[in-house]
């Protein structure tokens, strides 16, 4: 018995348990994380659905009507004061989302799930997305056309599928009219406000300037009679669009039985949850999730899509890779092949690899110190003189962000670099300067290409890190709602002074800013589960790049000894 | 001929004495930590002629062909003192184009070190660091030294595909082709056929005979068949010491060393 105990320990077989056990525990909870990030996140957009009841617990009862949002059970002390010798056991409560939060002030309640009575799924429910205050729940009661009555008034069947037809009808309407609005203000307007901004800089220019600039005065007064000639005529053309775009309204019965009436401009979607099958609930769910990796966001961030982030995460880590290659490829090359051995260049690489323990928050008061303050100041002193006070680079941007974040990754990409020149084998060194290479032919024909899909992890490394990053770029850039996206239509196309949004930072400020925290929270998973998401990914290649590296060396060893 | 410190070489088979290519006088290495790997050799290759060194593992033949084309400049702390010529100038000189001596020196690995690219990318390498550009010229020599080494036959469908997928006496022969393509005047081949099978070792045996009349070769061998096949003259290395230098018939037939008789009869040790 001890001896096979024995032959068991020297067998090895323990050692293998452990380390199977470790990489077990490792996986179980990276896919624990994503699959609860996953189910919250990417569930909520799964229409739900919605009861109708009678809430005895109220005084006088009330009828209300939502959607579970969470359900738990919990003990009854904590609710009603103990009995002294009796034991209340546990009650069941549940989350209901009530909406109609413009007006009942509120628009989620605790309610305990025994007291909740004549519970059903009226299929004729419907749920209403909208631009502002959430969410409504109520019954479509009728439609008027700037204030008349356009289908009788009262819920008859068969006219009721009528109306919610004529109902879509109309919101399709409106969406076709805010689009127009919505072309007329990004593109006329944006670009007669640009022309008058230059126009004011132009003439800041010439006064700073001096001399005789009256006929220059005189030609810029021209211009901007005629932008604010072509300004009036606009304004006209979207007072009336939006004279269109208010002509219907929408009335619901809501739960306490009164009447809202509700413009159907401010409609997002409509639809009627508990009467779908699963095909329409699948087109209710993608069109959502198209919204929210596509759309603006609404209502604080709490709805609506995080384009803007997903963009401005983007740009970032673009902007970033562009300005950490080349300086980290340079520099580990340098300090790998050409550096003198000694210790300087060991100090420097200590030096280097500690860079990448520094606390990230310090380098963005770095680059809030010395890129904003400094640098951005510097620029603004000497080329945007004209719009001082008001700062153009003195101020948190896209592009200091992005150099920050260089900074921040340049170590890994500079070790990765160094890493990948040291394992090319000196044999191939050697064979490339015995046959007359120099050392930079050798470097630039053999060692790079050999050494790229390690410089290439490193950068994916990098760029996984900048893409999960928050702390930082709250000092240097980074805002809760940028008015524009930082790439667009206006000349010079890219704003890399402009500051942005992005998705860490959109988690953050949905997971502790909110202040409805309730109606927050899913959108908080949902963003957290693409970001997870997104720098899984990148992680996940750069393991496979590494692997395919690994590769090529072991064939080139069994290849010199088979 | 030259007299002095330099002396003359034996006169070969047929009587000839030839000139000498590479010299070295005094010729010491240490590498690092004080290791000594040679000790003050003396050694004269004779041009145009092969030229066999054969010793005990880690007697220092490696290391002294390393000398010939200054590879140990690479190797971080290693001293090298006395004197290498390569047609009577000092190759160590301060002055002295490293690259352009390694293209005249042209150097045969222990271990074959295909670059991992395609087969015909690792002959032509040395080619375009020349700046050959024209793919016809290209083409030509690739194929002119993969018919040299005795791999041409073998490869010549799968020009393109990687090195790497060759098997080790393949990739030893596809090496020897992509020295010979940048045609140097020495040769350096170190055990370049310890890979190989019988039939392949004798066409690379036959390759060195006939580069002979335009190359100077020095090989290293354990094979001592082999030396005395193909060898015009031998050197006997052993603890970095040059222990006997002299024909090849001479060194095997009548060595003046015992050292030297020990090893080629197998008694050494
Ligand atoms: N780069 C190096 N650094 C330190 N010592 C070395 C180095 N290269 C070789 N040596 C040592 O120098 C001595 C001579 O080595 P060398 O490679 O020249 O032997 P060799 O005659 O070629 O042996 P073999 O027949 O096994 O190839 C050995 O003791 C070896 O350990
Ligand atoms: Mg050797």
């Known amino acids: 018995m001890k001896r096979s105990l024995a032959n068991w320990l020297d067998s090895g077989a323990p050692w293998v348990w452990i380390n199977a056990g470790a990489a077990t525990l490792c996986l179980a909870m990276v896919f624990g994380l994503l699959l609860l990030l996953g189910v919250k996140g990417l569930g909520h957009f799964w229409p739900q659905p919605v009861l109708q009841a009678t809430y005895t617990g109220a005084e006088p009862p009330a009828s209300i009507i939502g959607e579970v949002a969470a359900s738990e059970t919990i003990d009854a002390d904590d609710l009603y004061p103990a009995t002294p010798g009796e034991e209340q056991g546990e009650i069941e409560r549940q989350l209901l989302k009530l909406g109609n939060r413009d007006i009942t002030g509120g628009d989620f309640a605790w309610v305990l799930t025994g007291l909740l009575e004549d519970v059903s799924y009226p299929p004729e429910l419907a749920v209403i997305e909208r631009r502002e205050w959430g969410n409504l729940y109520g019954y479509l009661n009728g439609l008027r056309q700037a204030g008349a009555a356009v289908l009788p008034v009262g819920a008859q069947d068969g006219t009721g599928e009528a109306r919610w037809n004529e109902l879509h009808s109309r919101l399709d309407r409106a969406r076709d009219l805010r689009r127009e609005i919505e072309r007329i203000e990004r593109s006329i307007i944006a670009d007669i406000n640009f022309g008058m901004e230059r126009l004011r800089l132009e003439e800041r220019q010439l006064v700073l300037a001096g001399g005789d600039s009256a006929g220059a005065l005189r030609e810029n007064a021209r211009q901007r009679e005629s932008f604010d000639a072509q300004y009036a005529e606009i304004r006209l053309r979207l007072l009336e669009l939006n004279r269109q775009i208010q002509r219907d309204t929408a009335l619901f019965r809501i739960a306490d039985g009164s009447t809202v009436e509700i413009p159907i401009a401010d409609i997002v979607r409509a639809h009627r949850p508990n009467g779908m099958d699963w095909v329409e609930s699948t087109r209710v769910y993608f069109a959502r999730l198209i919204e929210f990796l596509s759309g603006n966001p609404r209502e604080a961030n709490t709805e609506g899509g995080l384009l803007p982030a997903l963009y401005g995460t983007a740009m970032m880590v673009m902007l970033m890779s562009v300005i950490v290659t080349p300086l980290g490829v340079v520099a580990g090359v340098y300090l790998s092949e050409y550096a003198p051995r000694g210790w300087l260049t060991r100090i420097i690489r200590v030096s280097v690899n500690n860079l990448a323990g520094v606390p990230s928050i310090v380098y963005g008061m770095f680059g809030l110190g010395f890129f904003i303050y400094l640098a951005g100041g510097e620029i603004d002193r000497l080329f945007y003189a004209e719009s001082l006070p008001a700062p153009t680079f003195g101020t948190p941007g896209l592009l200091w962000a992005s150099l920050t974040l260089a900074l921040l990754t340049l170590p890994v990409v500079i070790v990765a670099t160094e890493e990948g020149l040291g394992n090319v084998p000196a044999s191939l060194r050697e064979a490339s300067l015995a046959l007359g290479a120099t050392q930079f032919e050798t470097l630039w024909r053999v060692v790079l290409p050999l050494a790229r899909p390690s410089m290439l992890t490193g950068l994916i490394l990098a760029v996984a890190r900048a893409a999960g990053e928050v702390a930082p770029l709250m000092l240097v850039g980074v805002v809760k709602l940028a008015p524009s996206l930082p790439l667009d239509t206006q000349f010079p196309y890219l704003h890399p002074e402009q500051q942005f949004m992005h998705l860490g930072y959109h988690v953050f400020d949905l997971a502790t800013q909110s202040p409805n925290v309730e109606a927050a929270m899913p959108q908080a998973f949902a963003t957290a589960f693409l970001l997870v998401a997104v720098v899984t990914a990148l992680n996940l290649s750069a393991v496979v790049l590494r692997g395919r590296l690994r590769e090529r060396y072991r064939a080139m060893d069994t290849g010199a000894w088979a | ?269």
């Open chain 2, 1 to 269: 001929m030259k007299g002095g410190e330099f002396s003359e070489l034996n006169p070969d088979a047929d009587g000839v004495r030839p000139e000498p290519c590479l010299e070295t006088r005094n010729l010491s290495l240490r590498y690092a930590g004080n290791r000594r790997a040679l000790n003050k050799v003396r050694l004269t290759i004779p041009r145009q002629r092969v030229t066999a060194l054969i010793g005990p593992s880690g007697c220092g033949k490696t290391s002294l062909l390393r000398c010939f084309n200054r590879l140990n400049d690479l190797v971080d702390d290693c001293v090298i003192t006395g004197r290498v010529r390569l047609e009577g100038k000092n190759i160590y000189a301060a002055k002295v184009d490293v690259t352009e001596l390694r293209r005249r020196v042209g150097m045969v690995f222990q271990k074959p070190n295909p670059f991992p690219k395609s087969i015909y990318e690792n002959v032509a390498f040395g080619l375009r660091i020349r700046g050959i550009k024209s793919r016809r010229r290209l083409d030509e020599i690739v194929q002119e030294s993969l018919s040299a080494a005795a791999l041409w036959d073998e490869v010549k469908g799968r020009l393109h595909k990687s090195a790497l997928e060759l098997s080790g006496g393949q990739q030893q022969r596809l090496v020897i082709a992509r020295t010979l393509a940048v045609a140097p005047e020495v040769l350096l081949l170190d055990e370049s056929a310890s890979a190989l099978d019988p039939i392949s070792t004798l066409k690379i045996e036959e390759l060195i005979s006939e580069l002979k009349k335009n190359y100077t070769i020095v090989i290293v061998t354990h094979n001592l068949q082999q030396a005395a096949r193909v060898a015009d003259y031998t050197a006997f290395m052993d603890m970095g010491e040059m222990v006997e230098f002299d024909t090849t018939a001479r060194i095997f037939t009548n060595p003046v060393k015992r050292r030297t008789e020990e090893y080629i009869t197998g008694r050494y040790g």
